[in-house]
Nanobody
Framework: EVQLVESGGGLVQAGGSLRLSCEAS????????IAWYRQAPGKEREGVSC????????YYEDPVKGRFTISSDNAKNTVYLQMNSLKPEDTAVYFC??????????????????????WGKGTLVTVSS
């Protein structure tokens, strides 16, 4: 059974930090890219960051660039999202998702055009002002 389980969400003050985890099971982790999406109240889901477990390449959307860091521990089948300098506008449910990467090139802004094969159920991040 394929599973993506997010954890690490919570309530934090603006300027604080959180580290989200996405633990994967049931598929060939090394062959996939893992993405973090978020959905704020009343807004559409948006991609935040992505990492290829094939070559370690990463991509960040502008709103989080320089503040968030994505990393992967292939031995633990887990991807992390370290979120620093959090802002109230980062408040959202954060989802991790997996897409088979195969022979695709390094991660770039094109990652969001690929459909995600698997999704987690999300973890809520609330940043107070």
């Amino acid at each position: 059974e394929v599973q993506l389980v997010e954890s690490g969400g919570g309530l934090v003050q603006a300027g604080g930090s959180l580290r989200l985890s996405c633990e994967a099971s049931g598929f060939a982790f090394d062959e996939y890219a893992i993405a973090w999406y978020r959905q704020a109240p009343g807004k559409e889901r948006e991609g935040v960051s992505c990492i290829s477990n094939k070559d370690g390449s990463t991509y960040y959307e502008d709103p989080v660039k320089g503040r968030f860091t994505i990393s992967s521990d292939n031995a633990k089948n887990t991807v992390y999202l370290q979120m620093n300098s959090l802002k109230p506008e980062d408040t959202a449910v954060y989802f991790c998702a997996a897409t088979y990467w195969g022979r695709r090139p390094r991660i770039s802004s094109d990652v969001w055009v690929y459909g995600m094969d698997y999704w987690g159920k999300g973890t809520l991040v609330t940043v107070s002002s």
